[in-house]
């Protein structure tokens, strides 16, 4: 039984702040049931959040707890027992996500292959607040403030993914503060949105859920990157501790209506399943030309622009598993955007000393990643 990480909350939202949900919010959970009236926290360690196993996580060095939310900003390093680790208190958060997305090279959208296309669609304009920005005789983009940051379409042929399969373990919606986060959950609990877990990760705060067919979904907030502890290797510290549901519910605003994620949000990162970290390690860094942000045990992080992470890998589901199948539910690919053309020639070249096919369409270069994931890269 894996050790659990995060304190059972339940948001109680009080009786005059509940708002009336929205026509079609009550939706039923991917277990048949429905959650009225509070919000549900699945301890499902296993399963989901930026987890690692309870090894290391549960030492001293990394459970703690959290100072308050609340009073002076503090980012000074803790006392000399713990040297290295940094409170992140900040009540402030970054103007915009931005920060992530103006960087070498970002996650630009993802595109899911779904069963029940309108009813999917239909769940991430209500649930996750995202708005059709252009329709195909497939499917669906969707975004938010005209950015598109999902694509979802349905293929007939397609058989549902194994939970085994490589593929996606989460897309990464990032807001711009944590008010925006609150008002999220806010909308969320009202509706009886059932979630699979919600994390510090020191350099964020996250909360992650399933779409209705068991695409994992993480909503996050930055904390400012001046609080990020980087070491000296240049790697980002990260850490998997419990968020207060609570806390962050009471601090949404109750007396606005919610309208859907607010403009300036982005796909902050991806998260995959592969089969294998070497081979990740070798793919998004030394192929890619990512860099190496953080480890965990069974998963690495990357990114560009010293991020955190713009896309994780992680073979908790999917250690050794065979490559994915063309016609597979769930992510079918992802699109990384580099900002100079110059780095999406490097990796071009890369990938052709790896023998690992290319096409060209336009500006953007398409491959099967060695996982059988679909990867567009452009500039
Ligand atoms: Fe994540």
Known sequence: MPRLHATLTRIKPKLKDRAKPAAGMRLPNRRGLTVNSMLTIFRRIATY???????????????????????????????????????????????????????????DHAHLVVMDLPMVADWYQKIMGLSVLERSPSGLTLGVGGRPLLTLSTDGKAARASRRAPGLFHNAFLVPDRKELSRWLAHAAHGGVQLTGASDHLVSEAIYLDDPEGNGIEVYRDRSREDWN?????????????????????????????????????????????????????????????????????????????????????????????????????????????????????????????????????????LVDPWGIGLNLSA
């Open 230 to 366: 980087y070491q000296p290797d240049g790697t980002v510290e990260m850490a998997t501790l419990p968020l207060d549901l609570q806390r962050l519910y009471d601090e949404a605003p109750k007396d606005e209506a919610w309208s859907g994620l607010s403009e300036g949000t982005a796909m902050g990162h991806i998260h995959l399943q592969v089969s294998d970290i070497p081979q990740a390690d070798a793919f998004f860094r030394d192929v890619l030309g990512l860099d190496l942000m953080a480890r965990y045990p069974g998963a690495s992080f990357f990114a560009s622009g010293k991020y955190h992470h713009h896309v994780a890998a992680n073979v908790w589901n999917s250690r050794g598993a065979a490559r994915r199948e063309p016609a597979m539910s769930g992510l079918a690919d992802y699109t990384i955007r580099f900002a100079e053309p110059g780095r999406l020639q490097q990796a071009v070249d890369r990938l052709e000393t790896m023998e690992i096919a290319t096409t060209r369409q336009g500006g953007v270069v398409s």
């Open 49 to 107: 959040s930026e987890r690692p196993p309870a090894a290391i996580f549960t030492t001293d060095r990394f459970y703690r707890k959290p100072k308050p939310e609340t009073g002076p900003k503090l980012s000074d390093r803790h006392d000399g027992n713990h040297s290295g680790v940094r409170f992140m208190t900040e009540q402030t958060a970054l103007a915009s996500p931005n920060h992530a997305v103006n960087m070498p090279a970002h996650v």
